[in-house]
Each structure stands twice: as structure tokens, then as C-alpha cells.
């Protein structure tokens, strides 16, 4: 298994020193706000540029920059803006970039955009929530998208994930990996709008309106142990179930700290779950069926329940099952 790493100061000499996990890395992502609006308020210091020429030249890794339009006004989609929006991807190739990340589908089939898109190779999001074969096929034979990003709700449905491998072999298939969103979240449509709200405006505005979705979504603490085990993450253990139909696990975690990605990294590549463990659930020991019950997990929690159960038995502190 590769996995798609998110840049962060210091990428380049961890993996120098670490020479035999290169080769499980695909590409390292990234994005700024010199270049293009970004969904993150952290344009790239000459420094930080400088590392990722480093690491495309010196590591051969490719970089891989996210590029939404969706943080645009709509008039991106036409007139004196859209020509602009096109010349800023051409600017792409001359740093090194060589894979796109791009969310706007109705941007992806756009005949000129497709044309000014040609030289990098074209990955969609997995803000584009894709989890069916039905979808998988339109992005495939009428956009021409071969580098497709799945969305989190199909993480635990490994049948429909194998079905599409099945229905495309040579296509490129890609999972994020340490999930915190919740299944089928019901603040998404709300989370989504607001980042690209957000990111149209000043860092103060941005980092508030950030504050507020952290507090009112996103916040872990706020969730119940029973949320966390419906979660969508996969963990370390289970790589070995996804390596026949998923080539890229992308790990989530932009400018976080090289010391926390690094172990993240790591727990994939030695699929050990004790980091996750610690991090997620307090040390608390899962049972190992769990994670094999759970892996087609068809998102039916009101014929299901296991991961209720598990709670209640956790949370009344009896025995695990």
C-alpha cells in the first residue's frame, strides 16, 4: 500500500533520514493561498517551497497540489476570471507540481479546463463524495477521471469498494485513512459551505468561522464513545483487507507536526493500531472482531447496533466482548 502524505515543514528530512518508507509514498499534498484560494489560510514561506522542490527533485516523490474551485465566486466559471483560474493552472507546472487534486466536477468536464488540466494527472476529492460504482462510472467514461478519490462513507463497504475494482482493474483508487468526520454527517453541507465561506475572506475571519465549525461539528470531545466507533476511520490493522482493490490511503493532517504525522505514517506501515489507540480511544483495547465486523459495514445502524453495543458495555465498564 502507498499513502498520500500532507506536507508539513520538516517532510523532507524525516523521509531522508528514513530512507525504506519513501517507497510507501505516493505523492506529498499540499496547497496555498499564493497561487490559488485555499480552504487552508497557510500561504507557503520560501522556506517551505524550497523543501517540496526537495522532495520532488531529490526524493522523487510527486507533489500534489489541491486545487478547489469551489472556494471561488461563481464567476469563475466564466468570462475574464475562468481565463485567469486557467493561466494559474498552467503556472502549476513551473513548481514542480505534477498530480492535481481537484473538486469541481462540472469544472473537470468543461472542455477548456479539461484542455489546461491535460499535463498533470487529475485526481477528484473526497469532498466529491463519491461511494457508488454508478458514480464511479460517470466520473470515468464521461469525464475521463482515472485517479478517483472515494468518498468517506464508503471506508467500512469493502464489497462496493471491491465491486469497483472488480468494474475498473486498472484505475487508480484512493481512501483517507485517519478519519474524524462522522458517517453520513449531518453538519457536511453546512461544514463545506462555511470553509468555503471562510476562505474567501482575512485570516481573522477565516480562523472564526474555523472556531465555530470546530466547536459546533468537528470537536472530538464532543462526540460519544458510540460515534467514535461508527467513525469511518481505518485502522492500521485492516490495510491488509483493502490492499488487493485500493492502491493510495491519503492521511489527513496538513501543517500538522512532522512528529504526529510521521507516527500516523508509520502506524499504516506497520499496521499497528497502539497510536490510534491512545490518540482516539484513551488506550481503551477494541475487540479485534470489531474491526473485521466492521469493515462492510453498510451504514445501517438501525438494523445493526454493534457498535452501540460495544459502547454500552464500555461505558457501563463491563466486560468487553
Not at 500500500?1 to 533520514?17: D, H, I, R
Not at 477548456?112 to 463519491?130: F, G, H, T
Not at 485570516?203 to 468537528?218: D, G, I, S
Not at 472482531?289 to 454500552?312: F, G, Q, R, S, W
Amino acid at each position: 500500500m502507498k499513502y498520500s502524505l500532507p506536507y508539513t515543514e520538516g517532510t523532507f528530512k524525516y523521509l531522508w533520514n528514513n530512507p525504506k518508507l519513501i517507497r510507501h509514498v505516493s505523492d506529498v499534498y499540499f496547497s496555498d493561498n499564493t497561487i490559488f484560494h485555499s480552504a487552508r489560510h497557510s500561504p507557503l514561506e520560501k522556506k517551505h517551497w524550497d523543501e517540496l522542490f526537495e522532495i520532488s527533485e531529490k526524493l522523487n516523490i510527486p507533489l500534489n497540489y489541491i486545487l478547489n474551485p469551489s472556494v471561488y465566486d461563481p464567476n469563475v466559471y466564466y468570462g475574464e476570471d475562468k481565463h485567469k483560474f486557467i493561466s494559474r493552472i498552467k503556472l502549476l507546472k513551473t513548481v514542480d507540481i505534477s498530480i492535481v487534486t481537484f473538486n469541481n466536477t462540472m469544472l473537470m468536464k468543461d472542455p477548456i479546463i479539461k484542455k489546461a488540466l491535460e499535463p498533470y494527472e487529475v485526481k477528484c476529492s473526497v469532498n466529491n463524495q463519491i461511494t457508488s460504482l454508478e458514480q464511479v462510472v460517470e466520473l470515468v467514461e464521461v469525464i475521463g477521471i482515472k485517479n478517483i478519490f472515494l468518498g468517506r462513507d464508503i471506508n467500512r463497504n469493502l464489497s462496493e469498494i471491491e465491486k469497483i475494482r472488480n468494474h475498473y482493474p486498472t484505475i487508480k483508487i484512493n481512501l483517507l485513512g485517519n478519519e474524524n468526520c462522522l458517517p453520513k454527517c449531518v453538519y457536511k453541507t453546512f461544514c463545506d459551505d462555511l470553509i468555503c465561506t471562510a476562505s474567501q475572506q482575512g485570516n481573522k475571519t477565516f480562523n472564526e468561522l474555523n472556531e465555530y465549525r470546530t466547536e459546533f461539528a468537528c470537536n472530538q470531545k464532543n462526540f460519544s464513545l458510540y460515534q467514535k466507533l461508527a467513525n469511518n476511520r481505518i485502522f492500521p490493522s485492516q490495510i491488509k483487507y483493502y490492499q488487493p482493490y485500493v492502491d493510495v490511503i491519503k492521511i489527513a493532517g496538513r501543517f500538522n507536526p512532522i512528529e504526529h504525522i510521521s507516527k500516523v505514517f508509520e502506524a499504516y506501515v506497520n499496521e499497528d493500531n497502539s497510536y490510534f489507540l491512545n490518540q482516539i480511544y484513551n488506550g481503551l483495547i477494541i475487540p479485534h472482531d470489531y474491526y473485521d465486523y466492521t469493515l462492510n459495514c453498510k451504514n445501517k445502524c438501525a438494523t445493526c447496533n454493534v457498535c452501540n453495543k460495544i459502547a454500552e458495555k464500555y461505558e457501563n465498564k463491563k466486560d468487553m466482548v
